[in-house]
């Protein structure tokens, strides 16, 4: 079994509310400028399993901020 854990989003963890693994679901916490903050949210009870920063080209989002473009100074 590969142990991939860790490459790609995680789609389930333990909760221990639950006491059992849960499927997660995602929620985007805060935009930064390196990148944004994504929490873990229990799909059952919805507490806070984890916290997982994405930045780079790992952004599995489109950027939602126009992009500025320099050299419009005239
Ligand atoms: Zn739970």
């Known amino acids: 079994m590969p142990e991939q854990f860790g490459a790609f989003t ?3 963890l333990y909760c221990p509310n639950c ?7 995602e ?4 935009v930064l400028p390196s990148g944004e ?6 799909s059952q009870c ?3 399993l984890g916290k997982r920063t994405v930045s ?3 952004l599995s989002t489109p ?3 126009p992009v500025r473009i320099p050299g419009k100074l005239s």
Do not use: H
């Open 63 to 65: 950027p939602r901020r």
């Open 27 to 30: 929620r985007l916490l805060l």
């Open 19 to 25: 006491r059992q693994s849960q499927p997660v679901r």
């Open 37 to 42: 903050l994504y929490e873990y949210l229990c």
């Open 56 to 58: 780079g080209p790992n």
């Open 46 to 48: 919805a507490a806070s």
């Open 10 to 12: 995680a789609s389930e």
